[in-house]
């Protein structure tokens, strides 16, 4: 089966393609050692993972920004399981962290990590970098910086976020959100080579 054909079913809602979701993408992230472990603390089980993956592709309509020439469908379907699991963290609620933000990567790992990994550095020196990161967002792009701060800070949804800044569409609002999260990225490491100011 082509990732169109499952796409097509997937968007249909029909068995056949949400057993395929089960197979191919719940169970395997549920089975990584991180996200055991994750699901465990946030008390998270596979069903709760179904039910939220399919509400946001079929209730909210997020399976209309599948393309295929992004990627596999089920590497784009994965990096959603991963943000349910993230997001559950209830200490992450309420602050800005372009930690695993849409991660890019195919095989599980995000392209960029918040280096909390690194007992030297003090976890509000990371907030700090956040931060200034933030800060050169908002300097270039004032409307990048909206979309990012009411989607990560304020879990506001696309159609939310469209309504309130009159941007034209959802679909936009997803492609500022992208460009936003990729320019933090890139002034992270701009930031991290020079050091901190």
Known sequence: MTDHEWYELVKEGGDAGWKLVWEKVIVPETKTVKNAELMKRY???????????????????????????????????????????????????????????????????????????????????????THLCFRDLWNTDPERAYVMLLKTRFFLSSEEVRDMLDISSAANVDQIFSRAVKFMRKAWVHHDTKGMM
């Open 43 to 129: 008390s998270i089980t596979d069903g709760d993972l179904m039910g939220m993956l399919y509400e946001e592709m079929l209730a909210r309509r997020k399976i209309d920004l599948y393309r295929d020439d992004g990627g596999s469908l089920q590497g784009w379907l994965r990096r959603y399981v991963r943000g349910f699991i993230l997001n559950a963290d209830p200490n992450k609620h309420g602050e800005v962290s372009i930690e695993g933000a849409h991660p890019d990567a195919e095989d599980g790992d995000t392209v960029m990590e918040v280096p909390f990994h690194d007992r030297k550095i003090p976890l509000n020196e990371a907030w700090n970098m």
